[in-house]
């Protein structure tokens, strides 16, 4: 079955470094999307990306935070000054072209900010 | 903001138990979600309700949308050991302006014991 590859499983980072986090979807599927999960706390929404923009993104998606996809295969975020409650499960998502298609959910990227 | 909350947080139930976890909110969504969630790794998905008062049925568990399409249950019957784990419900395209953004439920953390 298709999977949503993400890299890496673990990174542990200084604060204020700049971060990327690697996201290669399901090969034919055309949205993307950022999640997060704090310790303990619900899975929240980061950004929506379609057709090579952001259709979407939630107030944590501040200017520290930014998306890519750079070669029609990887999406990458990008936090660029990381903060000490920046730690969190990043999971990327991707669907397929019909609006009610299920997501399929990466295993995430478990980032530590210290 | 969309909120979904679940009940009831945590479940500790027998083998072979039935047991109800609820999903309400107050914003009406075009579509909810279901998934499964296991420590250390993303959501996967279990169904997708879209029609008012539409029930579907995976095996043991049976899957229900209110008719307001603002709340959902999800029902197992004879609960085995293997059903362990947090249960998410999400809903997405709220009509008052969610977008297609997945909105998460708070999670029911569910434990079957022998």
């Known amino acids: 079955e298709p999977e949503v590859t993400q890299t890496p499983s673990h990174q542990v980072t200084q604060m204020g470094q700049e971060v990327i986090l690697r996201c290669v979807p399901i090969?034919?599927?055309?949205?993307f999307y950022w999640y997060r999960q704090i310790l303990g706390q619900k899975v929240e929404f980061l950004v929506s990306f379609y057709n090579n923009e952001i259709s979407e993104k939630s107030e944590i998606f501040d200017d520290q935070f930014s998306v890519e996809r750079p070669d029609g295969s990887n999406f990458t975020l990008k936090i660029r000054s990381t903060k000490l409650e920046d730690s969190a499960m990043y999971f990327c998502?991707?669907?397929?072209?019909?609006?009610?298609?299920?997501?399929?959910f990466g295993s995430g990227t478990r980032l530590t900010v210290v | 903001t969309q909120l979904l909350e679940q009940s009831p947080q945590f479940l500790s139930i027998q083998e072979g138990e039935n047991l109800t976890v609820y999903c309400n909110s107050s914003?009406?969504?075009?579509?909810l979600q279901w998934y499964r969630q296991e420590p250390g790794e993303g959501p996967v998905l279990l169904v997708t309700?879209?029609?008012?008062?539409e029930v579907k049925k995976l095996k043991r568990l049976t899957f229900q949308f209110g008719d307001a399409r603002k709340d959902s249950s999800l029902h197992i019957t004879a609960a085995q050991p293997g059903d362990t784990g947090l249960y998410l419900c999400a809903g997405k395209g709220a009509l008052t302006g969610g977008g297609n953004k997945l909105t998460f439920g708070t999670g029911t953390q569910l434990k079957v014991e022998l």
């Open positions: 998502a991707s669907r397929g072209r019909r609006a009610n298609y299920g997501y399929t």
């Open positions: 914003s009406v969504f075009s579509s």
């Open positions: 309700v879209v029609t008012g008062g």
């Open positions: 090969s034919n599927h055309l949205y």
